[in-house]
């Protein structure tokens, strides 16, 4: 494994909080607007989204925006959800 593409050992890690490293996971795991269309209806990538999500809101003491996000990803993965059409595809353009 070349030492790009090697993990972080632990002490390095550690220079960072628990929160700093969850908002880094959660934006690493969202979805950005040049990949929304293709990964809309992907199910592991909106409940990876979601959890990484919950994660942030839990670790800053907001359990029901955690348990908000949880559900969501629960809902992905279960396909009890589904993805809204796009709100631009439909609009009429003047």
Known sequence: MSQSTQLPK???LNEFSTLELA???M???SISP???HRLKSNRNSRANEQIA???VYLLKNQPQEALARLEQAVGWLDRS????PCP???ENKK
């Open 10 to 12: 632990t002490s390095q």
């Open 23 to 25: 908002q880094a996971l």
């Open 27 to 29: 934006e690493r795991l």
């Open 34 to 36: 040049d990949d929304w």
């Open 53 to 55: 999500a919950a994660l």
């Open 81 to 84: 959800i589904s993805a809204p």
């Open 88 to 90: 631009s595809h439909g």
